[in-house]
């Protein structure tokens, strides 16, 4: 592997925060070292669950500095992305196996004045992403099935990130390839041995402890999973 010089950032993602104190959960998680925050977005279609919309986003963008991180977990992102984009997402994620054409919503997104991110859920290889690797500005690479906090980690999305790894090197790219579901002090290591740069991390940071802690545990990990990688 030769992605030396990759930076390694966390986002912890505000699905698992106390939603009856969200403002006291952004704070934290700025104060405690969080290199942006990712917010979950669920249509109760494309997973079988509901989350929130772009009211809530704006609420968070009016909290805090971080880049947000908006993981569109929803059958027909295109339909919605413009109202994401406005209420302050600065990275748009949409997924490979929704009603959305990679060739159409990347130019829409990145219209929009947002960076674009691509997911794949556990069971799509990661060649179903590769032809977009140099349009966008994210991997996601889901290590749990989508829908859900509190998932353990899937190790078959190792292998996924260590191609996707070497075809972002190839590609000399600077995009982040993220990790998404079950990432905890354990797990965070070998996600980052096999080139994850971004990782979302839900319930090891806003459950048990405190959040400052928490984040302090992960960023060892991550850097530790890395070794002569980080900068």
Same mark, same amino acid.
């Given at each position: 592997m030769n992605s030396v010089g990759r930076?390694?950032?966390?986002?912890?993602?505000?699905?698992?925060?106390?939603?009856?104190?969200?403002?006291?959960?952004?704070?934290? %998680?700025?104060?405690?070292?969080?290199?942006?925050?990712? #917010?979950? +977005? &669920?249509?109760? *279609?494309?997973?079988?669950?509901?989350?929130?919309?772009?009211?809530?986003?704006?609420?968070v963008r009016a909290r805090t500095k971080l880049p947000l991180d908006v993981h569109l977990m929803i059958e027909e992102p295109g339909r919605f992305v413009e109202a994401f984009a406005a209420a302050g997402g600065s990275t748009l994620i949409f997924h490979r196996e929704a009603k959305a054409?990679?060739?159409?919503?990347?130019?829409?997104?990145?219209s929009l004045g947002a960076e674009v991110g691509l997911a794949i859920n556990p069971e799509t290889p990661f060649e179903a %992403?590769?032809?977009?690797?140099?349009?966008?500005?994210? #991997?996601? +690479? &889901?290590?749990? *099935?989508p829908?859900?906090?509190?998932?353990?980690?899937l190790p078959e999305a190792l292998p996924k990130l260590r191609a996707a790894r070497a075809a972002?090197?190839?590609?000399?790219?600077?995009?982040?390839?993220?990790?998404?579901?079950?990432?905890?002090?354990?797990?965070?290591?070998?996600?980052?041995?096999?080139?994850?740069?971004?990782?979302v991390c839900g319930n090891s940071v806003f459950v048990g402890g405190s959040v400052e802690q928490n984040l302090a545990g992960l960023r060892r990990a991550v850097t530790a999973g890395a070794g002569d990688e980080v900068r």
């Open positions: 930076r390694l950032r966390l986002a912890p993602s505000l699905l698992s925060a106390d939603f009856g104190a969200l403002g006291a959960a952004v704070a934290a %998680a700025e104060a405690g070292g969080a290199d942006a925050l990712h #917010l979950d +977005v &669920m249509d109760g *279609h494309f997973v079988p669950n509901i989350s929130f919309g772009p009211a809530l986003v704006q609420a054409e990679p060739r159409d919503l990347i130019p829409k997104v990145r %992403a590769q032809p977009w690797l140099e349009e966008i500005d994210q #991997l996601l +690479v &889901m290590s749990v *099935h829908g859900f906090s509190g998932q353990k980690f972002f090197d190839a590609l000399g790219s600077k995009a982040d390839l993220s990790i998404d579901g079950g990432i905890t002090v354990e797990t965070a290591a070998p996600a980052a041995a096999a080139g994850a740069s971004f990782f």
